[in-house]
Nanobody
Framework: QVQLAESGGGLVQAGGSLRLSCAAS??????????LGWFRQAPGKEREFVAA????????YYGDSVKGRFTISRDNAKNTWYLEMNNLTPEDTAIYYC???????????????????WGQGTQVTVSS
C-alpha cells in the first residue's frame, strides 16, 4: 500500500515563502517511473493543478497562477518531492495535495483523474 504524506504547510504573510514536501512510502514503492504533482483546493472551489514534474526531472509544468513563483523538484533517492513557493499572496491560501501518477503531455498531467495516489493535504494560509 502506497502512502503519501505532505509537510511544510503553515501560516505565512503575503510576500513570504514556504517549502512543501511530500514523502512516499510503501512496500517496494519507488517514484522513479511516476510523474509527480501538486494540486490545491480552496474553500468552495474545485481542486486546481499547481505543478508537475516528469520522472527524469527534465520537464515541469505549472499552473498559470503560480508560474514564476513556485518551483517543483524531486529526489527519487529519497522518494520525496517538493514545492518551493515564493512571493505568496492570499489567493494562494488552500489545502495543498501531492499526487503521483503516469506521466504524459500537459493536457493529461493537469487533470486530477490522472493521478493514482494522493496525500491527505497540508494547509497553507497566506495573510495580507
Amino acid at each position: 500500500q502506497v502512502q503519501l504524506a505532505e509537510s511544510g504547510g503553515g501560516l505565512v504573510q503575503a510576500g513570504g515563502s514556504l517549502r512543501l514536501s511530500c514523502a512516499a512510502s510503501g512496500r517496494a514503492f519507488t517514484l522513479t517511473h511516476y510523474g509527480l504533482g501538486w494540486f490545491r483546493q480552496a474553500p468552495g472551489k474545485e481542486r486546481e493543478f499547481v505543478a508537475a514534474i516528469s520522472p527524469n526531472s527534465l520537464i515541469t509544468y505549472y499552473g498559470d497562477s503560480v508560474k514564476g513563483r513556485f518551483t517543483i523538484s524531486r529526489d527519487n533517492a529519497k522518494n520525496t518531492w517538493y514545492l518551493e513557493m515564493n512571493n505568496l499572496t492570499p489567493e494562494d491560501t488552500a489545502i495543498y495535495y501531492c499526487a503521483a501518477g503516469q506521466w504524459g503531455l500537459r493536457d493529461y498531467i493537469i487533470r486530477v483523474t490522472t493521478y493514482n495516489y494522493w496525500g491527505q493535504g497540508t494547509q497553507v494560509t497566506v495573510s495580507s
